[in-house]
């Protein structure tokens, strides 16, 4: 029986919250797992919002891979960083030239190769190229080195992330929803063998409005004024999800959410 690759997926990780949440729940969770690959998105992970070299680095001594999104681009210094480092990578249907790669593979202690491919979606989002077409080419060259494919797929719409879902079921081993940074209760083995959730939440503060400060994000919806946020404080959550797959064929046998919570502290 061919042995099972043991992945775990973490939702955005939102400011220094999230990352004292990831540091002292990561050990215990990759353990008690015994995990193969950790994915993480990483777009909001400066100050909440974008990446720098130096948060980047901390990450990636927790976490295998870092996935992103839209926020990706907020600080510089990233650009650079992402050129450089082959385990963060920004979703593939930005245009051409763009910097950074869309997919990457990961090798594991087992010797396995993972790849991971990160997709934006279009939907009440910027204008970008076609996912399910840039999804098409990714797979078709990510196929002929691995089975195994984890998509992060970063999209506002429910229905964007579902049509992707079924798009790409038996084609890759799993399609994971960020962005909304508030898990989804579907998580399910498409008929195929693709392991699906719509949001897989986030990395962060708990009493908060997706991570940041509540009474901000209040006075903005309420008074409809500029206002900048900033990260919430206090209690935190880490959401994520753990997923089985088959090595051998790359279809996806188990998927479970994964919730653990913080009390009091920065």
């Known amino acids: 029986m ?9 939702g955005d990780i939102v400011g220094r919250p999230g990352r004292k949440i990831l540091s002292s729940s990561l050990p215990q969770l990759k353990a008690s797992y015994k995990i193969d690959i950790t994915i993480a998105n990483c777009e909001n992970a ?6 720098t070299e130096k948060v980047g680095l901390e990450l990636l001594n927790l976490v295998d891979i870092l996935t992103s999104g839209n926020h990706i681009w907020q600080k510089k210094e990233a650009f650079s960083f992402l050129e450089r480092n082959e385990r963060v990578i920004r979703p593939a249907n930005f ?14 202690r087992n010797g396995n190769k993972i790849a991971v491919l990160n997709l934006q979606g279009r939907i009440f989002m910027e204008p970008i190229d076609c996912p399910f077409r840039t999804a ?12 195994i494919i ?9 229905s964007e992330k579902q049509a992707l879902g079924w798009y790409l079921d038996g084609r890759v081993s ?11 209760a579907d ?14 939440g986030m990395v962060g503060g708990l009493d908060t409005v997706i991570g940041i400060k509540k009474e901000l994000a ?34 996806a046998l188990y998927i479970k959410r994964i919730t653990r919570l913080e009390e009091e502290g920065e």
């Open 150 to 158: 984890i998509v992060d797929f970063h999209a506002e719409a429910t």
């Open 218 to 251: 209040l006075k903005r919806l309420i008074t409809a004024m500029p206002c900048k946020f900033e990260v919430g404080k206090g209690r935190k959550i880490l959401s994520g999800v753990y997923i089985e797959v088959d090595s051998k064929t790359g279809k």
């Open 95 to 108: 245009p051409p030239g763009n910097p950074g790669r869309g997919s990457t593979i990961f090798e594991d």
């Open 2 to 10: 061919p042995d099972n690759v043991k992945i775990l997926f973490l």
């Open 187 to 200: 998580e399910r083995i498409l008929p195929q063998g693709t392991a699906y959730i719509t949001d897989v």
């Open 174 to 184: 799993a399609v994971i929803g960020t962005h909304t940074h508030v898990p989804t």
């Open 136 to 147: 098409d080419q990714e797979i078709e060259k990510l196929k002929k080195v691995t089975p």
């Open 46 to 51: 400066a100050g909440g919002l974008g990446l």
